[in-house]
């Protein structure tokens, strides 16, 4: 799926294996992104989704299998063939070209929105505050949130919270956006104000690997869907083949429990 | 009906008359909490009564010493080394929980050993011992083991006995400040390090910009605490022997005057009163933390920028 042009996918995932001690939970996961694409990840409880997510962002270390993003492993240094472990310095420096959207926000309680959108680009890439205060406020429009740019999280609901933390990733210019079920803690009323806020995203060309449980989401904005299941890749393909009329048996009753 | 027996306001249809009226309720008689007020009152106003009649108690000592140059430089002592001991504490505790909470095994077993050690002796015996140092240890040497040597202090003259003393309450208070800062960062959810580690910050950033900050708001409580407790356990410094802090300094006045209630009193006045300082401080510094909590104005800093924001879109 690579570019006309020979650049390397954004996301390349090759046999990727991650055990907890003797817990295997992911089993060789091998897929794709290519630049500008939404990819869904969708399956069960258990099946090692935000696990795949943190392996891509090296918060999780995998344990067998080759992780790249836009070319480049994450967390190694391969000299020669040869895996060479990163200095947390290198690794952190891959990282925040990666935005990471979590299911229950994380946003930096003690500081306010705009301090939360603020902090990376401030601590991390040494921007003037001048320029990162109105950047983060123009991603706070971008979001909708302008006035509550002051706001601590404790004040903010659930749906304006995440989207402080969508703002926050955005504020690192990343290349690829990761959500690990950015709506599941929300009240059903306010999931759709994140999801058009990330609908957005992807019309603006974002590549970004979602996973989630809204179907109407990957029907209308994926590119592709992953259904995983007990730490492999099932069965993926564009959202109409894999969501409408899935080959595998698995696929189908994970669909019928959750459609 | 109103009891106090004032006209009620005309009910219109929309309001009814009891949408109007305040509610004016006879309140529970609570004879015991009265009768308990009444007792206590009464005790009280018989002790100050007593205190004051009872020529014990030598209040005219008490005025002559609260303002004697000793006492205030004993008080300056005590001062000084509840700070300076508490500062080393909370450096090497802060530095304790942080092996504690490391995934390298040997700084965690280190960090569990000097808690081990310094938890389960008495801070008297360790402060003896504090006193012996330099009869345990003649000179400390800088340089090379085996190799060749830097810089030599002696021991004798380098560290006055305020020196140890400040070192061996420092030490003694670092293990319980090390367990309250552990619990502290425990309490900041995993999620937050997590977020600030996804953005691209460092460890170190992540700590002290991100965890410790939120950790501080279970920390201070308990560590106003040991800072009381520490002002008040300067007071065994005479084992290392040092003599020059409040307690001891006071009660050697009292050898002199030899009547040791007046100066006791001298001395808990001016326990009282650091403790008092030290409380007012605690306020404002949990208010400081409290930020994103309790209080909904955001900080000052928090308002510069959104200032700054606000400007530049302009
Ligand atoms: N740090 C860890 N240590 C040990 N086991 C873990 C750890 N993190 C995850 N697991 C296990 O890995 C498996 C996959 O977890 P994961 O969170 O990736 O699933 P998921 O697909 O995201 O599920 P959900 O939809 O519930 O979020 C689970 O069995 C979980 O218990
Ligand atoms: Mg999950």
Known sequence: MSSPTGAPPMLR????????????????????????????????????????????????????????????????????GRL????????????????????RFNLFGHRTALENVVEAPLRVKGV???????????????????????????????????????????????????????????????????????????????????????????????????????????????????????QHQRTRSFLSKVL | MARSGQPAPAATETDPAYLQER??????????????????????????????????????????????????????????LTVFAMLGAVVIGVSLAVMRLSPNRVLQSSSWVYLWIFRGTPVYVQLVFWGLFSTIYKELRLGIPFGPTFATLSTESGLTVFHLAVIGLALNEAAY???????????????????????????????????????????????????????????????????LELYTRTRDIASETFNPIPMLLVASAWYLLFTSLLMVGQFYLERHFAHGSTRARPSRRARALSRAAQKEQA
């Open chain 1, 128 to 246: 003037p505050r001048a320029d990162a205060a109105r950047r983060a406020m123009a991603l706070l429009d971008r979001v909708g949130l302008t006035s509550k740019a002051d706001a601590y999280p404790a004040q903010l609901s659930g749906g304006q919270q995440q989207r402080v933390a969508i703002a926050r990733a955005l504020a690192m210019e990343p290349k690829l956006m990761l959500f690990d079920e950015p709506t599941s803690a929300l009240d059903p009323e306010l999931v759709g104000e994140v999801l058009d806020v990330m609908k957005a995203l992807a019309q603006d060309g974002m590549t970004m690997v979602v996973v989630t449980h809204e179907m109407g989401f990957a029907r209308e904005v994926a590119d592709t869907v992953v259904f995983m299941d007990d730490g492999v890749v099932v069965e993926s393909g564009e959202p109409q083949a894999v969501l409408t009329d899935p």
């Open chain 2, 177 to 243: 400040m090390a367990e309250i800062v552990r619990a502290g960062l425990s309490s900041v959810e995993d999620g937050q390090s997590e977020a600030a580690t996804a953005l691209g910050l460092s460890w170190w950033q992540t700590m002290s910009r991100i965890v410790l900050p939120q950790a501080m708001r279970v920390i201070i409580p308990p560590t106003g605490n040991e800072v009381i407790s520490m002002l008040k356990t300067t007071s065994l410094v005479t084992a290392v022997p040092y003599s």
């Open chain 1, 84 to 103: 060479h472990e990163m200095h947390p310095r290198d690794a952190a420096a891959q990282r925040r070209d990666i935005g990471m959207v979590f299911q």
């Open chain 1, 13 to 80: 995932a090759e046999q990727v294996c991650k055990e907890f001690d003797s817990l295997r939970v992911l089993k060789g996961i091998s897929l794709e992104v290519a630049r500008g694409e939404v990819m869904c990840l969708i399956g069960p409880s258990g099946s090692g989704k935000s696990t795949f997510l943190r392996c891509i962002n090296h918060l999780e270390r995998i344990t067998s299998g080759r992780l790249y993003v836009d070319g480049e492993v994450m967390g190694y240094h391969d000299r020669g």
């Open chain 2, 23 to 80: 509610i004016d309720v006879v309140r529970r008689r609570r004879p015991g909490n009265t009768a308990a007020a009444v007792v206590l009152v009464v005790a009280a106003a018989l002790f100050l009564y007593g205190a004051a009649t009872n020529p014990t108690y030598g209040w005219s000592d008490f005025a002559r010493y609260l303002f004697d140059w000793r006492v205030i430089e004993a008080a300056r002592n005590t001062l000084l």
